[in-house]
């Protein structure tokens, strides 16, 4: 028996055909290297957006090719953040100036005590991320994405996160279905 199972590995390994694989720069890395890539984003990377009655434009930073992270602001008066436009999830959050977690320290974080527009709604969240977690509690307040202002918007307040230190966005904007969104809040 074991001479047949070495006969067949010995017949197989002849059936085996090796291609060579060869890497190709991407057009990113070509195009960096030509500066075209730099020109383009120091000329376009944070224009404000641009209205049109139809059509909102909004810049977005590629993150590692991974992710698209942009700004927007949250209550009266503004506050500013950067976070990563997600369509695999349907939550808002953005960490909350109460937040104990490491990660909280490097991130911008939402003071609700500055804002005259914000109303807690109260209810407990946990949201599970394939990189990471956290978990706050559901508010209110008006959020700005360029000329796009959306009143009495529902979003989370993190007090707690683990597995997002030392990215550069300090939350996330879900744009998903709100069939996945927590509480099923409109995102």
């Known amino acids: 028996m074991k001479w047949l199972v070495l006969l067949g590995l010995v017949a197989l390994s002849e059936c085996i055909v090796i291609l060579p694989l060869k890497k190709m720069k991407t057009l990113r890395e070509t195009l960096r290297e030509k500066n075209l890539l730099n020109n383009f984003l120091e000329e376009q990377a944070y224009?404000?957006?641009?209205?049109?009655?139809?059509?909102?434009?909004?810049?977005?930073?590629?993150?590692?090719?991974?992710?698209?992270?942009?700004?927007?602001?949250?209550?009266?008066?503004?506050?500013?953040?950067?976070?990563?436009?997600?369509?695999?999830?349907?939550?808002?959050?953005?960490?909350?100036?109460?937040?104990?977690?490491?990660?909280?320290?490097?991130?911008?974080?939402?003071?609700?005590?500055?804002?005259?527009?914000?109303?807690?709604?109260?209810?407990?969240?946990?949201?599970?991320?394939?990189?990471?977690?956290?978990?706050?509690?559901?508010?209110s307040d008006t959020v700005r994405i360029g000329n796009l202002v959306s009143p009495e918007q529902s979003f989370g307040l993190s007090l707690e996160e683990y597995g997002f230190d030392s990215l550069p966005f300090d939350g996330i904007l879900g744009l998903a279905f709100p069939a996945m969104c927590i509480r099923r809040y409109i995102p």
Do not use: M
């Open 47 to 139: 224009r404000l957006s641009k209205n049109d009655s139809k059509i909102t434009i909004h810049p977005l930073r590629n993150y590692l090719d991974t992710a698209y992270v942009g700004n927007i602001t949250i209550g009266t008066p503004p506050q500013e953040f950067r976070v990563v436009f997600d369509t695999g999830s349907a939550n808002l959050w953005v960490p909350c100036i109460t937040c104990t977690s490491p990660a909280c320290y490097t991130h911008k974080t939402f003071n609700p005590q500055n804002s005259s527009s914000f109303r807690e709604v109260g209810s407990p969240i946990t949201i599970f991320y394939g990189s990471g977690i956290i978990q706050g509690f559901l508010g």
